[in-house]
C-alpha cells in the first residue's frame, strides 16, 4: 500500500480500512445508549445502528480528501471532519451538543447551537486524534 496519500492505492485503503473500525463502535455506542437507560426496542433497531455507524465511517472517509489535498494526515482534519458532522447533525435535528447547554449559550452570547456543536464535535474529536493517535497539526 502507498504511503503517498495522493495515490489511488492510498486512498482506496483509507476508504475501505474505517468499516470494521465504524461497525465496532457502532455497537459500542449502541450498548453505551443502553446502559443510560435507553430501552433496547429502540437501541437495537438497524436504524439506530446504521446511524452510528454512518456517522463514524463518514467522519473518517471525510478525511481522505482533505490528506490528497494537503499531503500528510493532519489533526486539523479530523476536528473540521467531527466539527461538520456536528454541524450537519444538531441543523438537521438529528444529534444533540453534548456537555454544554446550548440555549443557554444561544441567549447569553448569540452563539447558535449548530456553531456550537461544531466547536464541541470537532474539540472532542481534536482531543482524541491528538492525544490518543498522536496526530501532528
Known sequence: ISSNPRSWD??????LQPISS??????????????QGTPAQYA?????????????YVYNAVQC???A???RPSLWHNIISAGML????????????P??????LYYQYGIRPPVLAFGVYG????????MLGGKPF
Open 65 to 67: 480528501p482533505m490528506e
Open 10 to 15: 492510498y486512498q482506496k485503503n483509507c476508504l
Open 123 to 130: 474539540g472532542m474529536a481534536g482531543l482524541l486524534a491528538g
Open 86 to 97: 456536528g454541524y450537519l447533525g444538531v441543523s438537521s435535528g438529528r444529534l444533540g451538543v
Open 44 to 56: 437495537l433497531t438497524p436504524r439506530a445502528v446504521g446511524q452510528y455507524f454512518g456517522i463514524l
Open 99 to 104: 456537555f454544554v447547554n446550548p440555549m443557554m
Open 22 to 35: 465504524s461497525a465496532i463502535g457502532a455497537v459500542i455506542l449502541t450498548g453505551l445508549d443502553i446502559f
Open 69 to 71: 489535498i494537503q499531503g
